[in-house]
Antibody, heavy 115, light 106 residues
């Protein structure tokens, strides 16, 4: 069974940093592109970032470019999202998802940016 | 960026109804279109990919169609567990984009 489990969310002050993790199991993690998607409270889904299978290529939404960094450790079957210079508008549930059509999702981790 | 426009934004339906949700892309995306179901407080669930391919384990009462710019999601024989918000998403071009959602209510 495919499982994606996010962790690392929490309350952080504006300008602070946080690193999210997504532990994958039940499939060949190293053969899939992986993504982060977020959802602000009461709002819709927004794609955040993508990484290719070996970590050599990444892309970002304009709203997070230069502040967020996606990475992966295929030996640990884990996806990461390093979030720096956090803003109030980054407050959201962050999901990791598998492949471009988001065939599998984690349960999400809540990030709250507030003073 | 490719804009995805869903309609309606919400609809009221009854158990047993057939429901159709439409999704329009601002430019052609071939069949690179997915549909998701989301219930309150839960992660989205993949229903359909490649516009019309059913995800494993998803009941056949869900169906998708379309290509290019116009797509539809149809739910036959609506059941209580189907009341949720549905999203379309294009994966033809980065940035990947979602429709605004359609809330299916009783």
């Amino acid at each position: 069974e495919v499982q994606l489990v996010e962790s690392g969310g929490g309350l952080v002050q504006p300008g602070g940093s946080l690193r999210l993790s997504c532990a994958a199991s039940g499939f060949s993690f190293s053969t899939y592109r992986m993504h982060w998607v977020r959802q602000a409270p009461g709002k819709g889904l927004v794609w955040v970032s993508r990484i290719n299978t070996d970590g050599s290529d990444t892309s970002y939404a304009d709203s997070v470019k230069g502040r967020f960094t996606i990475s992966r450790d295929n030996a640990k079957n884990t996806l990461y999202l390093q979030m720096n210079s956090l803003r109030a508008e980054d407050t959201a549930v962050y999901y990791c998802a598998r492949a471009e059509y988001f065939g599998s999702w984690g349960q999400g981790t809540l990030v709250t940016v507030s003073s | 960026d490719i804009q995805m426009t869903q309609s309606p934004s919400s609809l009221s339906a009854s158990v047993g109804d057939r429901v159709t949700i439409t999704c329009r892309a601002s430019q052609g995306i071939s069949n690179y279109l997915a549909w998701f179901q989301q219930k309150p407080g839960r992660a989205p669930k993949s229903l359909i990919y490649a516009a019309s391919s059913l995800q494993s384990g998803v009941p056949s009462k869900f169906s998708g169609s379309g290509s290019g710019t116009d797509f539809t999601l149809t739910i036959n024989s609506l059941q209580p567990e189907d009341f949720a918000t549905y999203y379309c998403q294009q994966y033809h071009t980065y940035p990947l984009t979602f429709g605004g959602g359609t809330k299916v209510e009783i």
